[in-house]
């Protein structure tokens, strides 16, 4: 059979063939005519406008990217250049131009500080972190943030200052706390004093605030950022900023103002150091503590608002603010410190480079006596408001000054010192000099001289007559009666009678070194001299005699070492006149205190010797005493020479030295004076006033009814001191 007839079937490829639709012929592709275009918006002079502005532009980015890389390439150049000259940053934590001097008191514990302080390097890591958070709250808050300048805070201050009305760059700065520590280290220039007229002229140069200065100012900070960590940068700054009483950097300031470490410093006391530094000499603690107590809550609200504390801890704070130690509350002894460091060598005082530790013969308790003792009377009985001025001075027998007041303010530096400083007339407190003279010359105390009408012809000057200060005559009279109650007639025969040079000599040897007067007013005080001085010589007379030269200064060392630079300047000297001529004038003087003139100065089952002194028209009043313990000499007068009104030695100054030497005296023993109480005689009785006698003075001894004062004459060679014979040969005798 054949299939020859049969229809195959159709291929698979076929088959797909089959299935696929031919594509339809594509149609011609429509071309899209372009729209015209439409003309710009503007003419053609907005058009150029623009134009321009755009080559205008070109022009300004294509020269200012290129200044801008140059200037950053500048700035890179000598932020490197500055990078190299940096040393390591030890060497910057002390940048003082002087050394500090510290004052110890006899005890040894610091009572005073002089010159630029400083208590040593410190870490910003090992510092309180209330004073740290404090300084960063107040100075730089981006501190840790920018690189050395901070354009926000330098366009938050143009902002400011052009608000206030004043220039861009004048007032607020907008200096880091970076720039602050270049403009510390002055940009690297040392102070060369040869260069400088003084060291404030080199400071102030440093601290210009010119454009020129701003920028080299801002290129060493970059180059600080770049050598030292954020935490050195702000060491330095810790250490260098000045924080007002003489105090450089955190450790001294802490010391100074609070007794203690800057790592021990609370939020309070943070705070007040952080609140210095905008002025330092006008905030300072120990100059008004309330303004730096208000200054310094101001900077614990930036510390809250900053995160640095808790409301708790800001409300704690504040509720307690920062108190002075109690050293420095007290500021003992500015004067007797300013008497010092005066009475030192410049180059380890006032003008130290080294740290100085300089021991002294300060007595805090007596020195508080001393203050306590003046304010008392000043404010008791003395009408308010007067401009009256009064100094203290107490010491040792052996001249050691145990307290210093130099005036009615005690808690100064830098003042006037009244007890140092003062040249004033000393009235009748010289008169102990004159008989100290007589008894040396071997008359007694019981001797008499006759209180009358007495003149003398003065050359160049005509005639004088001597008056006491009640204007009356009491004729015949012990010595020991006529200093008891400091009759003027029988002082200037004494001082005649004995020679004037011979009362200058024992007066000098005793320690009075200012100018004393030629002519017979010497017996009545017309010298000068300074408490200070009288003070010593009196201190002679307790002492057996012998003179003192006054001292504060006991040691000095350089800080470190063991060795002392120099120790006391002064104490006993040389023999001025005999022991028991001192020891019979010390009963004298106690009489002065027991029925004289002094019975103000009286003390409480304590014997004490004294004498008063009242200079013409009361320009100055006197008192000076002691007790076996202890001298005090007390002045009082205007320091324009204005009498004083109502006051006599007798009155104000006795009261004053009463009121020092009770407290002084608390918890002493009573000791007995060194006296001897001379055999009472018979004095004859006083004849009448002899007539007023004219033409060259002559010894008391030559003139008729002077028989007691005669026979003590006669007696002298028998009763010759270790110095009379020099003494005597000053009269050519």
């Not at 040392?190 to 140069?205: C, L, T």
């Not at 010119?210 to 960590?229: H, P, V």
């Not at 009242?614 to 007390?634: I, K, M």
Request: glycine share 12%; hydrophobic share 40%; charged share 20%.
């Amino acid at each position: 059979m054949s299939d020859s007839g049969r229809r195959k079937p159709p291929l698979v490829a076929d088959r797909r063939k089959t299935k696929t639709k031919a594509k339809p012929e594509a149609k011609p592709r429509k071309t899209r005519k372009r729209a015209p275009a439409k003309p710009r918006g503007g003419n053609i002079l907005t058009r150029g406008v623009f134009g321009l502005f755009r080559w205008v532009w070109r022009i300004i980015w294509g020269v200012g990217w290129r200044l801008t890389a140059v200037v950053l390439l500048l700035v890179g150049l000598a932020t490197g250049y500055v990078y190299a000259t940096l040393p390591d940053v030890s060497a910057l934590l002390d940048g003082r131009a002087r050394g500090s001097v510290t004052l110890l008191d006899r005890d040894s514990d610091v009572f005073a500080w002089r010159g630029d302080q400083f208590g040593g390097a410190v870490n910003a890591g090992t510092v309180s972190k209330h004073l740290r958070n404090a300084v960063i709250a107040t100075e730089d808050r981006r501190f840790y943030m920018h690189p050395g300048i901070d354009p926000i805070g330098i366009a938050s201050a143009v902002r400011i200052n052009l608000s206030e009305g004043r220039g861009p760059l004048s007032g607020h700065g907008g200096s880091t706390l970076t720039q602050q520590t270049a403009k510390l280290l002055c940009l690297g220039t040392e102070y060369v004093e040869a260069e400088w007229d003084s060291e404030a002229d080199f400071v102030a140069d440093c601290r210009r605030g010119s454009l020129a200065r701003k920028g080299k100012e801002a290129i060493y900070a970059l180059a600080m950022e770049a050598k030292y960590s954020k935490e050195e940068i702000l060491s330095v700054y810790l250490n260098r900023a000045y924080l007002g009483g003489g105090a450089y950097g955190a450790e001294a300031a802490a010391q100074r103002y609070f007794g203690k470490s800057a790592a021990q410093l609370n939020p309070s006391e943070g705070a007040m150091l952080a609140g210095l530094l905008t002025a330092p000499s006008t905030l300072a603690p120990t100059s008004n503590i309330e303004r730096s107590q208000n200054r310094a809550s101001v900077v614990i609200g930036l510390m809250r608002d900053q995160g640095y504390l808790t409301q708790t801890e800001a409300a704690l704070a504040l509720a307690n603010p920062a108190e002075l130690s109690e050293a420095a509350e007290r500021q003992a002894g500015g004067y007797f410190a300013d008497w010092v460091m005066s009475s030192g060598p410049e180059f380890f005082t006032r003008d130290t480079t080294e740290d100085v530790i300089i021991r002294t013969t300060l007595d805090q308790r007596i020195q508080r006596a001393a203050e306590a003792g003046l304010a008392a009377i000043f404010d008791e009985k003395v009408r308010e408001g007067s401009k009256a001025q009064a100094a203290v001075v107490v010491m040792s027998a052996d001249g050691a000054v145990r307290a210093m007041v130099g005036g009615r303010q005690t808690k100064v530096s830098g003042a006037f010192n009244r007890a140092t400083q003062a040249n004033r007339q000393t009235g009748s407190s010289f008169k102990p000099f004159v008989y100290a003279t007589a008894l040396e010359l071997g008359y007694s105390s019981q001797d008499t001289v006759v209180d009358e009408p007495y003149c003398l012809n003065i050359a160049g000057s005509g005639q004088w007559c001597p008056s006491n200060y009640d204007n009356r005559f009491h004729g015949r009279v012990t010595l020991a009666k006529a200093l008891e109650k400091s009759y003027n007639i029988p002082a200037v025969k004494v001082a005649e009678s004995v020679g004037l040079d011979l009362v200058r000599k024992v007066a000098s040897d005793f320690g009075i070194k200012s100018d004393l007067a030629a002519g017979p007013a010497l017996a009545l005080g017309a010298s000068e001299s300074t408490l200070l001085e009288m003070t010593g010589a009196f201190a002679g007379i307790l002492n057996g005699g012998s003179s003192v030269k006054p001292y504060g200064l006991v040691e000095l060392k350089l800080l470190g070492q063991n060795e002392a630079v120099m120790g006391a300047g002064g104490g006993i000297g040389e023999r001025v006149i005999r022991e028991d001529a001192a020891r019979e004038l010390t009963w004298m003087m106690s009489r002065v205190i027991e029925s004289g003139t002094g019975s103000r100065a009286k003390l409480p089952g304590r014997e004490a010797a004294g004498k008063t002194g009242t200079t013409q028209a009361a320009r100055d009043a006197w008192f000076l005493g002691f007790t076996a313990d202890y001298v005090a000499g007390v002045w009082m007068g205007y320091d324009d020479n204005t009498p004083l009104t109502g006051v006599t030695g007798g009155g104000l100054p006795t009261e004053i030295w009463h009121e020092v030497m009770v407290r002084v005296h608390e918890g002493l023993p009573a000791t007995p004076l060194p006296m001897t109480q001379p055999q009472v005689r018979t004095v004859q009785p006083a004849p009448q006033p002899q007539q007023q006698v004219q033409g060259q003075p002559q010894n008391n001894q030559g003139r008729q009814g002077d028989q007691g004062w005669q026979g003590n004459q006669r007696r002298q060679d028998n009763r010759e001191g270790p110095i009379t014979n020099i003494l005597r040969k000053l009269l050519g005798g």
